[in-house]
């Protein structure tokens, strides 16, 4: 058994595809509650929530998704099929198809930019928003970016993978947490995958609209986050109206992963208090 499989085995076990439009969503909700949506990023799947699951669906009907081009969901070839609104629509369609008429809204890096969406284009569906590791706008640091271009053109998604881990995770990440996250980057669609990095992150750019975002919002930023700096993360809060921002110490791309309690605390505090 892998290590991917060791740790996110109990999450499959009530997992099921749900068709949405033309394509296969595959999702898992645990608990009971208001409705809790949590959006993965780029290369990750539903299994990225290992350690939210347990402590969010104790008060709430927790829903973890693979976006599509991700984990069990489809994977389309057509062109134009991973723009972020197009990713938004899919998740939309998964709210109402379970019936859910109003979520909180948890996205974190790719996924805070679908949250983003869906909170200027489906107000009336967002309880909250809570944005993790994330930015307005497409603004990787050009030499990260590059590395990870290059990378994927010229190795193996297993190569690739260890480049991803060693720029997402903080300083002395934990070995174990390196392997997961590895195994789930290693275990991607090649082809989808790169058509998600240039279509669905390429020309994201919501600046000139998060102010109006309306509903309650919470910023997550980690210390030492090399992806999406806490600068843009600062940003990102002050351009939100009344938006609340949370660092976590010592952390990088990864809150959730690297450090679940204080994160799981976070999320909680402010949900709680709306």
Known sequence: MTCLETFTSHLDEDAMLLTVGKNEINFEETG???????????GMSHKLWRRQVPAFSRFYRTITVDLRGFGESSKPSVPGSYAVSVLAEDLVGLLEALSIPRAHILGTSMGGFIAQTI????????????????SSRMNIPPDILKERLDML???????YA???V???LGPNPD????NWISEMVSSNDKNAYSQVLSEGLSDFN??????????PTLVVVGEHDRVIPPDQGRDLASGIRN???EEIPGVGHCGYSEEPGVFNQIVLKFLSSL
């Open 166 to 168: 060693d720029q997402a």
């Open 206 to 215: 919501l600046s000139s609209r998060i102010s109006k975002i309306s509903v």
């Open 243 to 245: 938006a609340k921002l």
């Open 119 to 134: 909170a200027l284009d489906y107000p009336e569906l967002c309880l909250s928003t809570i944005l993790c590791h994330t």
């Open 32 to 42: 009971e509650g208001l409705p809790l949506l949590l959006i993965h990023g780029l």
């Open 153 to 159: 053109a010229s190795s193996s998604l297993e190569e």
């Open 162 to 164: 260890k480049l991803v």
């Open 175 to 178: 070995a174990l947490l390196k």
